[in-house]
T-cell receptor
Framework: DAGVIQSPRHEVTEMGQEVTLRCKPI?????LFWYRQTMMRGLELLIY????????DSGMPEDRFSAKMPNASFSTLKIQPSEPRDSAVYFC??????????????FGNGTRLTVT | GNSVTQMEGPVTLSEEAFLTINCTYT??????LFWYVQYPGEGLQLLLK?????DKGSNKGFEATYRKETTSFHLEKGSVQVSDSAVYFC??????????FGTGTRLKVLA
């Protein structure tokens, strides 16, 4: 099992530019989550999908943020336009309802975003 | 509401010392409890879990017992190693889509 794969690992961009983060969940997992981690706010849930459908996007900070999941093996998180306060580590995680009701999350290694 | 409270770090220990990281929670319903570990530059990894009261989760020498009476899930290890240096997160699971994470406790183990 390759685990959750995120790309890129690091992204440095200038304010105002569009940023796209990518995620490939574990095969067979039906839930996908996007989290943001900062020193000040810890881990924040941005959005999650079930069977490729967005279920709860209440954590998405602003309209500048959008996420898609066109199929079961791929998701993107886009920020347009980016701002310095978006600098953080963005994690993708997946889980499966097959094993148990409270299945653990499997995290990718994250994308460290720096907006200058 | 639902919440998780962890002891503030950093925690600094000498190798082979005993480790306790405190975690308490408030929750409605019957949550599962998790400990995750994050090594530098990596994502969170599941360390152990417990799904009901009095369950003990264990892995790699770490243990935690789900105490409903004290709403706690403290992480313990009898003898830490330098390689255990990481950030540890306590988390509450309220269903497949709803997880509440603590703020994390940084552990530094000195040789």
């Amino acid at each position: 099992d390759a685990g959750v794969i995120q790309s890129p690992r690091h992204e440095v961009t200038e304010m105002g530019q569009e940023v796209t983060l990518r995620c490939k969940p574990i095969s067979g997992h039906d839930y996908l989550f996007w989290y943001r981690q900062t020193m000040m706010r810890g881990l924040e849930l941005l959005i999650y999908f079930n069977n490729n459908v967005p279920i709860d996007d209440s954590g998405m900070p602003e309209d500048r943020f959008s996420a898609k999941m066109p199929n079961a093996s791929f998701s993107t998180l886009k920020i347009q336009p980016s701002e310095p306060r978006d600098s953080a580590v963005y994690f993708c995680a997946s889980s499966s309802t097959e094993s148990s009701y409270n299945s653990p999350l499997h995290f990718g290694n994250g994308t460290r975003l720096t907006v200058t | 509401g639902n919440s998780v409270t962890q002891m503030e770090g950093p925690v600094t220990l000498s190798e082979e010392a005993f480790l306790t990281i405190n975690c308490t929670y408030t929750a409605t319903g019957y949550p599962s409890l998790f400990w995750y570990v994050q090594y530098p530059g990596e994502g969170l990894q599941l360390l152990l879990k417990a799904t009901k009261a009095d369950d003990k989760g264990s892995n790699k020498g770490f243990e935690a017992t789900y105490r409903k009476e004290t709403t706690s899930f403290h992480l313990e290890k009898g003898s830490v190693q330098v390689s255990d240096s990481a950030v540890y997160f306590c988390a509450l699971g309220l269903g497949t889509y709803k997880y509440i994470f603590g703020t994390g406790t940084r552990l530094k183990v000195l040789a």
